[in-house]
C-alpha cells in the first residue's frame, strides 16, 4: 500500500512558478505521475517519471513548461511549473503505480493551483 500526499499549491499571477511536491509512504518502487483536474472537466493526465529513469514524460500542453523529477531516497516528487497560465487552474493530483499514465493505482488528496491572468 502506498499512500500519497501533495503539498506546494497555491494562487500565483500567469508567468509566475509553483513547485508540487508529493510525499509517499510505503513500498514505493513505482512511476509516478501527476494529474490535473480543471472544474466542469474530466481529469488528464500531466506528467510522468519512472523509478529508475529520469526522463519525464509530458503531455503536449505543459512541455516546455512543466518539469517533473523525483528523489527515491526521500521517496518523493515533484513537478515544477514554470511559465504558468490561467489555463493551468485546477486540481493536481500525484499518482503512483498502475500505468501510470492512464490508470494509476494510487492517488493523493489533490491540491489546488490557481492562475491569476
Known amino acids: 500500500q502506498v499512500q500519497l500526499v501533495e503539498s506546494g499549491g497555491g494562487l500565483v499571477q500567469a508567468g509566475g512558478s509553483l513547485r508540487l511536491i508529493c510525499s509517499a509512504s510505503g513500498q514505493n518502487t513505482f512511476a509516478m505521475g501527476w494529474f490535473r483536474q480543471a472544474p466542469g472537466k474530466e481529469r488528464e493526465f500531466v506528467a510522468a517519471?519512472?523509478?529508475?529513469?529520469?526522463?519525464?514524460f509530458y503531455a503536449d500542453s505543459v512541455k516546455g513548461r512543466f518539469t517533473i523529477s523525483r528523489n527515491n531516497a526521500k521517496n518523493t516528487v515533484y513537478l515544477q511549473m514554470n511559465s504558468l497560465k490561467p489555463e493551468d487552474t485546477a486540481v493536481y493530483y500525484c499518482?503512483?503505480?498502475?500505468?501510470?499514465?492512464?490508470?494509476?493505482?494510487?492517488w493523493g488528496q489533490g491540491t489546488q493551483v490557481t492562475v491569476s491572468s
Open positions: 517519471i519512472g523509478w529508475t529513469s529520469g526522463e519525464g
Open positions: 499518482a503512483a503505480g498502475g500505468v501510470v499514465t492512464t490508470t494509476p493505482n494510487y
